[in-house]
């Protein structure tokens, strides 16, 4: 008689029926995960565009201001009441726009601390039903094992 190999392939099908994997729960948590991932990114895409948008304005500011500067003076004075001139500027305009940036921070910040407390109460909420929802098909499993049927 030749030995044969046991094919446990049955009883490992059998074992791990007796065991119920949800696997709506995995889904869930992906679609959990991309729907958080796509509000951060919006609250990331919003800022880059305000930012550029800030940026922009700066920079045309800042030669519309140069202009002075770079024409043709009668005195020398002139030349650097110019300077002083444009350097005064330059700084109203930077503090303007360095406050337009940190609103825009702020803001980031606000929408991300708000993102990630709700994403927290969403997860604890998620983890919750699941395990409830566990337990009950354990219990289930259980009661079924232990009566034969």
């Known amino acids: 008689m030749a030995n ?3 094919d446990f392939t ?8 007796s065991f119920p994997v949800d696997n709506s729960a995995m889904t869930e948590a992906f679609k959990t995960q991309a729907a958080f991932a796509e509000k951060m990114s919006k609250v990331a895409l919003q800022a880059a565009e305000q930012s550029a948008e800030i940026s922009h ?4 500011e800042t030669l519309s ?3 002075p500067v770079a024409s043709v003076k009668d005195e020398p004075t002139d030349y650097a ?3 002083t001139d444009f350097a005064s500027a330059s700084a109203e305009v930077a503090t303007e726009n360095m406050a337009a940036f940190a609103e825009i921070a702020k ?3 606000m929408e991300t601390v708000e993102l990630m407390m709700a994403a927290g109460k969403e997860a ?3 983890a919750t039903a699941a395990v409830k929802k566990a337990t009950a098909e ?12």
């Open 57 to 60: 304005k700066w920079t045309r």
């Open 10 to 17: 049955k009883y490992m099908t059998d074992m791990m029926g």
């Open 65 to 67: 201001k140069m202009a």
């Open 4 to 6: 044969k190999t046991q």
């Open 124 to 126: 604890q909420e998620d």
């Open 138 to 149: 354990a219990t289930t499993a259980t009661k079924k094992a232990t009566s034969g049927k």
């Open 81 to 83: 009441k110019s300077v």
């Open 107 to 109: 803001k980031v910040q």
